[in-house]
């Protein structure tokens, strides 16, 4: 080949590229790509300490509990002829239960009532309690060095 002498491309000559006498003249097809990899890098830790904090208090519970108080009250009266023998009845919070008795005169003699009375009581009881809530201090540190710094919305750690 001449030197400064234009190539000639196969297009100008109408004859296929050669290398040299015989040989085909190949030209290679460069592509790139690019490849993508990733890395797990430590910026930062955090720590993360909870505290729980405990208190006695003494709370007063409402206790209700119901009492029962039976009276005999004497009646000793007849019931009248023909009448309907006296059954269960209630005077407000009173359940009154007549007792019979049958006499040999075949009369029915009310000898006496029983009044059922019910009272609720509500009494105070107090009892000591402990009450628990937890407190959570979270401390960071940069992988650069150990210095901490406290997270927004906490409070330092002591």
């Not at 790139?32 to 208090?57: D, G, M, P």
């Not at 007549?98 to 009044?115: A, F, G, H, N």
């Amino acid at each position: 080949m001449e030197p400064n002498r234009p190539i000639s491309t196969p297009a100008e000559t109408s004859q296929p590229a050669t290398a040299g006498i015989g040989q085909p003249l190949v030209i290679p097809v460069i592509e790139e790509q690019a490849v993508i990899n990733r890395e797990v890098v430590e910026s930062a830790r955090v720590r993360l300490a909870k505290t729980v904090h405990e208190r006695e208090e003494m709370l007063e519970i409402p206790l209700q509990h119901e009492e029962v108080l039976v009276e005999r009250v004497p009646v000793n009266q007849f019931v009248a002829d023909g009448a309907a023998t006296p059954g269960l009845r209630y005077d407000g919070d009173t359940t009154i239960i007549p007792v019979l008795r049958e006499v040999v005169v075949t009369r029915l003699l009310v000898v006496e009532e029983i009044r059922v009375t019910k009272r609720t009581q509500t009494t105070t009881h107090t009892q000591p309690v402990t009450l628990r809530h937890e407190e959570i201090h979270v401390e960071r540190n940069s992988a650069a060095g150990p210095s901490p710094t406290p997270a927004p919305g906490t409070s330092p750690t002591t």
